[in-house]
């Protein structure tokens, strides 16, 4: 059975970081496109960053330059968003997606909030 389970949301004061982590369990991450997306209140859910199985790395424009997509080389089924120099609102709830092949898995989501 395919797992993703996020980690590392919560609250932050704009201009804080935070970083989320997603933990894949049943399918090889590494092989597979990974991504974080993000819906926030009364929005679709919109593509923040990719990474694909060679690394390319893929951003929302709105988030470039603040945040990083990366996978863990040691930890191989998890992957990592970085998020520097958030904004009220980059606040939503940030989900974890796996596309293997034909298939598509995603996580439960973790909540993000920038306020102060």
């Known amino acids: 059975q395919v797992q993703l389970v996020e980690s590392g949301g919560g609250l932050v004061q704009p201009g804080g970081s935070l970083r989320l982590s997603c933990a894949a369990s049943?399918?090889?991450?590494?092989?597979?496109?990974a991504g974080w997306y993000r819906q926030a209140p009364g929005s679709e859910r919109e593509l923040v960053a990719a990474?694909?199985?060679?690394?390319?790395?893929?951003y929302a424009d709105s988030v470039k330059g603040r945040f990083t997509i990366s996978r863990d080389n040691a930890k191989q089924n998890t992957v990592y968003l970085q998020m520097n120099s958030l904004k009220p609102e980059d606040a939503a709830v940030y989900y974890c997606?796996?596309?293997?092949?034909?298939?598509?898995?995603w996580g439960q989501g973790t909540q993000v909030t920038v306020s102060s």
């Open positions: 997606k796996a596309a293997c092949g034909w298939s598509v898995y």
């Open positions: 990474i694909t199985p060679g690394g390319i790395r893929n």
């Open positions: 049943g399918i090889i991450f590494t092989n597979c496109v």
